[in-house]
């Protein structure tokens, strides 16, 4: 009974944390970025701090676990990767950067390496429900793909929809306002 109410409560929990996320990133501006005559789209300040209080809690947990199991050092060190993948999710996650401007836009990520798209590549842009992205299709086969999280999504439309033709975003945007007031 214990294992079910921790169960509800935990996903009750991770529900409204998405939620609380998702709506936060909606609202924050993006970074300005004259250079580019654009913006820079970063993860907003509440994803940032939900990632820092997650890397938090995995240091806590790893320093625990080899605490209480120094004797059995080779079990630790076994368990050690399943603490250490979220970090290194949590580090590239913080380290991606969406640089948008009038002849098109730049996303940077530690995993992916940067992806440069001008506005007349771009083939498709489409509406992920699944995985809260928005993936943009490139007409030389390539994808970039825009975690909703990141802030400045609303001004990410505007600009698409200036630069773009109506058939290429399609309901992309009106797909995700209506995610977000489900949510």
Not at 80 to 95: D, H, Q, T
Not at 146 to 167: H, W
Request: proline share 5%.
């Amino acid at each position: 009974m214990l294992r079910f109410i921790v169960l509800v409560l935990g996903s009750a929990a991770a529900t409204l944390a998405i939620r609380w996320l998702m709506r936060s990133a909606h609202a924050e501006a993006p970074t300005t970025a004259p250079h580019l005559e654009g913006f820079t789209m970063r993860p907003s300040a509440a994803h940032r701090r939900f990632l820092l209080s997650i890397f938090t809690l995995t240091v806590l947990g790893i320093a625990t676990m080899f605490w209480y199991v120094m004797p059995y050092w080779k079990l630790g060190v076994a368990f050690a990767p399943f603490f250490l993948f979220p970090v290194l999710l949590a580090l590239n996650s913080l380290r991606r950067t969406v640089a948008v401007s009038t002849s098109g836009l730049v996303s940077h990520s530690p995993w992916t390496g940067s992806k440069t798209a001008l506005w007349d590549q771009i083939e498709s842009v489409r509406f992920r429900e699944w995985g809260q992205t928005i993936r943009i299709r490139l007409k030389g086969g390539g994808l970039i793909v825009i975690p909703c999280y990141m802030a400045g999504t609303e001004a990410l439309e505007v600009q698409m929809r200036k630069d773009l033709e109506p058939a290429v975003i399609g309901d992309t945007f009106d797909r995700y306002r209506e995610y977000l007031a489900a949510l």
